[in-house]
């Protein structure tokens, strides 16, 4: 078929595609006025991943299933935003991993609200100046962010969805490899990438900042004094860096788990994780009675993490992560085993498994 014969028709498909989305829209307007006028989440995440796995099934074409999964994020971000008026909390400031991460849930439609600190994303999210918050809770190098986790405690938000993002660093810098002295870069970057600093840049100094966006920024301005930061190609194309040294993390797996917070949690879905905190008693063997429920009702548990209380010395809470939803009939059993072993039992929400 002759060039000029297939554009054009690329130019008929266009058209068709355009007005079906348009079709689309008017029946997305009207879901979401039966959602607001039977009070319901105009965000369904439950919903949402059952679409994109349903979408990426349906396909026997070209697209693989992370292009399927790239376009109907925007598609249905360009419905969220006609549903409501939108507005997402994050752990700023513009250009961080969250930020990343919270666009990839979201889509580009939607109003984004960079937040200083992990308690202001909490706070805008509790007094209703966005919808929802997304925030970093744990590493697959790093670890557990204890930040996220100690405002839980005391935060009336629930768990209604996570993201897993592959996390890549870069050495940016806008002078030279060979004139680099200091190195900017968020703390859990700078564990993410202790290995290659070592090997590369033994004797520079490392300074922390509070994000990979700040430290692009000192980068650009103290080039002249031998400054360079680490972090994503975001922050670099922010600032006009070069990218010196992609991929440099230790792991080539470097993954961040996110948590979507918000009002309420989500209904079941059949493959699901809840997240809770508890807090024993205090007698003898009280932890492992209260382990020993999970087990009981075999309730595979993929996390453990202990935080101390803050409200006496030596008290901890303990934050789970354990496969299924809180409405499970084994799930509710064990639960209701482990409230006999423990003075608080709070439930942070159940929110669909996914993998990355």
């Not at 130019?11 to 319901?40: F, M, S, W």
């Not at 969220?80 to 666009?103: F, M, N, R, S, V």
């Not at 993490?305 to 799930?331: I, M, N």
Request: with cysteine.
């Amino acid at each position: 078929m002759p060039l000029n014969d297939i554009r054009t028709r690329i130019d008929e498909i266009d058209a068709q595609l355009l007005q079906l989305l348009n079709q689309r829209a008017d029946c997305v307007h009207v879901v979401g006025e039966i959602k607001k006028k039977e009070g319901l989440q105009i965000y369904a995440p439950e919903r949402e991943e059952s679409l994109l796995r349903k979408l990426s099934a349906m396909s026997d074409g070209r697209l693989p299933e992370k292009s399927i999964r790239a376009i109907y994020r925007e598609i249905m971000s360009a419905a969220l935003a006609l549903e409501d008026d939108l507005k997402i909390a994050y752990l700023g400031p513009e250009g961080t991993w969250t930020h990343q991460a919270a666009i990839s849930k979201f889509g580009h439609s939607v109003e984004y609200l960079s937040q200083p600190n992990f308690a202001d994303v909490f706070d805008c999210v509790a007094r209703r100046q966005a919808s929802y918050g997304v925030v970093p809770i744990e590493n697959s190098t790093e670890g557990a962010v204890s930040h996220t986790l100690d405002l839980f405690v005391d935060s009336p938000l629930k768990i209604c969805a996570q993201i897993l993002m592959r996390i890549e660093n870069g050495l940016m810098a806008d002078i030279p490899r060979e004139q680099i002295k200091t190195l900017y870069s968020h703390p859990q970057v700078f564990g993410q990438c202790r290995g290659w600093i070592l090997q590369n840049f033994p004797h520079a100094d490392l300074v922390e900042v509070s994000s990979t966006t700040k430290a692009a920024r000192i980068a650009k301005e103290k080039a002249s004094e031998g400054a360079a930061a680490m972090g994503g190609p975001l922050a670099a194309e922010m600032y006009g860096l070069t990218m010196l040294n992609p991929c440099i993390q230790d792991r080539a797996t470097n993954t961040t788990r996110f948590l979507v917070i918000g009002e309420k949690t989500c209904p079941a879905t059949g493959n699901d994780r809840t997240s809770l905190l508890f807090s024993i008693k205090d007698n003898p063997g009280s932890l492992v009675k209260a382990l020993q429920a999970f087990d009981d009702c075999a309730i595979n548990m993929s996390k453990i993490e202990s935080r101390p209380s803050k409200q006496q010395d030596w008290e901890y809470f303990f934050y789970v992560d354990l496969a299924g939803h809180v409405e499970d009939t084994d799930v509710s059993a064990a639960l209701d085993e482990l409230r006999k072993h423990c003075s608080l039992v709070k439930i942070l929400g159940s929110y669909p498994d996914i993998q990355i």
